[in-house]
């Protein structure tokens, strides 16, 4: 199957710094990529969609302005947590949609904020 | 809103026996897409078997079959033959025919006994 990564897959960094996440889409073109949260046993919840060269589709309740996303690329997105504090430690997870509809998952990004 | 509950967060089976997680979701449509996927401890996001809702036909990948039942909302993952490979988190999920966002369900961790 297609191949999605991400980058890094595990950041640690300090209360109230920004921290970007990468995701690639590494042989195929995604018009469409998805960002994801996952807390410790618990599931997956989607925060936004990102189209390509348009503005990302945000979840009721995620902030826009702390999540900034960038799709500027039909093969990058790019997640940036600003100001980074305690509560935002999570597991991200992006996907992305190859050009017959499947989705394909990256292996995820471990955020830890001290 | 789409809602996709798993009522069993916890199953276990013996080595090479048959197992089913059950899943039910709430939509008012009618063209959509029901997933599983599995995530071992890993976190990466394996698609299991995807069933289209416009297909009478239950989809079945080697050892995994659905049991799809449209007008009760139900979406159940029959594993046979199990193996201790098939220990991991097990997630239901739902999309939209038109739109990929997915929906995931709570999970079922699922532990295969030697």
């Known amino acids: 199957g297609a191949v999605v990564s991400q980058h890094p897959s595990w950041v640690i960094c300090k209360s109230g710094t920004s921290v970007k996440i990468e995701c690639r889409s590494l042989?195929?073109?995604?018009?469409?990529m998805f960002w994801y949260r996952q807390f410790p046993k618990q599931s997956l919840m989607l925060m936004a969609t990102s189209n390509e060269g348009s503005k990302a589709t945000y979840e009721q309740g995620v902030e826009k302005d702390k999540f900034l996303i960038n799709h500027a690329s039909l093969t990058l997105s790019t997640l940036t947590v600003t100001s980074a504090h305690p509560e935002d430690s999570s597991f991200y997870i992006c996907s992305a949609n190859s050009p017959d509809n499947e989705q394909f998952f990256g292996p995820g990004t471990r955020l830890t904020v001290l | 809103a789409q809602t996709v509950t798993q009522s069993q967060p916890e199953m276990s089976v013996q080595e090479a026996e048959t197992v089913t997680l059950s899943c039910t979701y709430d939509?008012?449509?009618?063209?959509?897409?029901l997933f599983w996927y599995k995530q071992p401890p890993s976190r990466q996001m394996i698609l299991v078997i995807r069933?289209?809702?416009?297909?009478?036909q239950n989809a079945t990948e080697n050892r995994f079959s659905v049991n799809f039942q449209k007008a009760a909302k139900s979406f159940s993952l029959k594993i046979s033959d199990s193996q201790l490979g098939d220990t991991a988190m097990y997630f239901c999920a739902f999309s939209m025919y038109n739109n990929n966002d997915m929906r995931f369900g709570a999970g079922t961790r699922l532990t295969v006994k030697p």
């Open positions: 042989d195929f073109q995604a018009t469409t």
């Open positions: 069933q289209e809702a416009y297909k009478q």
């Open positions: 939509t008012s449509e009618s063209n959509y897409y």
